[in-house]
């Protein structure tokens, strides 16, 4: 039996701007079955928003990443998102860039 912990629960979001910039830590993802969520909210990202004015950068189905660094604002639909970062966990990787989205 292969022990809990290479299934990944924490994984660091950051943003090299593809190894242009040092590593920036924009949040962390916590892949709990029972809590889906990252940290520093309308800082480094913003979650979907039902309401969202059309003319924001907020989307309404996708959350949007900001590095302050570099200005890359990558989009990802929700759904998108943590099926990508559980497959990432379950590969074992602690980390994300997001400066590979496309
Ligand atoms: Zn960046």
């Known amino acids: 039996m292969p022990e ?8 660091a979001i950051v943003c090299t701007d593809k190894g ?5 830590r924009l949040t962390t993802a916590r892949l709990l079955p029972s809590e889906r969520g990252m940290s520093f909210a309308l ?5 979907p928003m039902r309401n969202a004015a059309p003319s924001s950068m907020v ?5 949007t990443f900001i ?3 570099c200005r ?16 990432w966990g379950e590969a074992g990787h602690d980390e994300f860039d ?3 989205l496309p």
Do not use: G, T, V
């Open 98 to 100: 997001i400066s590979l």
């Open 43 to 47: 800082e480094h990202f913003a979650p």
């Open 59 to 63: 989307s309404r189905e996708s959350y």
């Open 72 to 87: 890359r604002s990558p989009l990802i639909k929700a759904e998108a998102w943590w099926r990508l970062l559980e497959a």
């Open 67 to 69: 590095c302050p660094k």
């Open 20 to 24: 242009q910039h040092r590593r920036l």
């Open 4 to 11: 809990d912990d290479e299934q990944r629960i924490f994984i």
